[in-house]
């Protein structure tokens, strides 16, 4: 049976989008507490889902859903439209699911990622941040891999689609046509050249990340060949021992 028009799959591409996920938390001012929130909770959240730097992932990203603990009221918050986020306030961390669910051109699955949510700061510069209220933010980055997309979805991803906003007239001249079409020129998997204040996913973070595990190779190398040298060395005496002290005697 022939495989439909709209499922025929572009055999031997992969093609991944980055995007970052996590929540920023802020510790609740008790002389600036807002109204209507419960007196136990400490501090104020937002979960998220968006672009690296930012960038539009509405494309290829339908809808997101957030189960939270079992304690908030409709735990299982769906967003579905940008920005996929949450915000709520609460007084202790726990591990909560992420499922993103693709555009229904993909034909693809939806995927789940897990989360713990950070509401304390860690680290040796802990204190300092709780004296100051400041921010706590857990973010990760992440890529989702799309093996051999759907024709259309393919078009999608890679900027051509500019034929589903022609207009009736079949020419792609209007001026919706005209943004989505400048839209989908700008959509790339390229992370930033640079890091921001607000962004240090970028070409210029990784090819320091990269220089730092080359230069950590290196001082394993260097170290292996080390105890190699000492190894070598040790046997050499114990070889000389047994020379000048002859064979040991075995216990009867």
Known sequence: ?????????????????PFVYGNVTTPIDPNKRPEGIDKDHSHAWKLYVKGVDDEDISYWLKKVQFQLHHSYNNALRTIEQPPFEVKETGWGEFELSIKLYFIPESGEKPQTIWHTLKIHPYGPDADRQRAERLPIVSQNYEEVIFNEPVEQFYEILTGGAEKSHKGKSGKAGSKQASIARNNHERRTAEIPERATADNVYSKETEG???????EAMRKVEEMTVKERKLLVERESLLENLREKEGPVPKKR
């Open 1 to 17: 049976m022939p495989t439909p028009a709209g499922n025929k799959r572009v055999k031997g591409i992969s093609i991944f989008r």
């Open 208 to 214: 320091k990340e990269l220089d730092r595990m080359k």
